[in-house]
């Protein structure tokens, strides 16, 4: 099994910046994919970035070019730096991470208020 604590959200302005992390504890070896989706009031929970263990990441469209996902395997973290943010990035943003390609975890979330 796999634990994940995020932390670093809050209240920022339009075209503010806010850096997200994410720790995971348990068998850390054994994640694939590790990232960050999100969730804003009324609607679905949607990707925002993940990041495979060999490297690859693959960005929501909305986010591409503002966002930066980066992640160190041996110590099962990842982090999301939000640069130019939007008051449609307003959501609760939960870590996503997924166990032998098999099995996702999620973090308890945090929320990201942007205001206009």
């Known amino acids: 099994q796999v634990q994940l604590v995020e932390s670093g959200g809050g209240l920022v302005q339009a075209g503010g910046s806010l850096r997200l992390s994410c720790a995971a504890s348990?068998?850390?070896?054994?994640?694939?994919?590790m990232g960050w989706y999100r969730q804003a009031p009324g609607k679905q929970r949607e990707l925002v970035a993940v990041k495979a263990s060999s490297g690859r990441t693959n960005y929501a469209a909305s986010v591409k070019d503002r966002f930066t996902i980066s992640r160190d395997n041996a110590k099962g973290t990842v982090f999301l730096e939000m640069n130019s943010l939007k008051s449609e990035d307003t959501a609760v943003y939960y870590c996503y991470a997924e166990l032998e390609g098999r099995f996702a975890y999620w973090g308890q979330g945090t929320q990201v208020t942007v205001s206009s």
């Open positions: 348990g068998r850390i070896s054994s994640i694939s994919n």
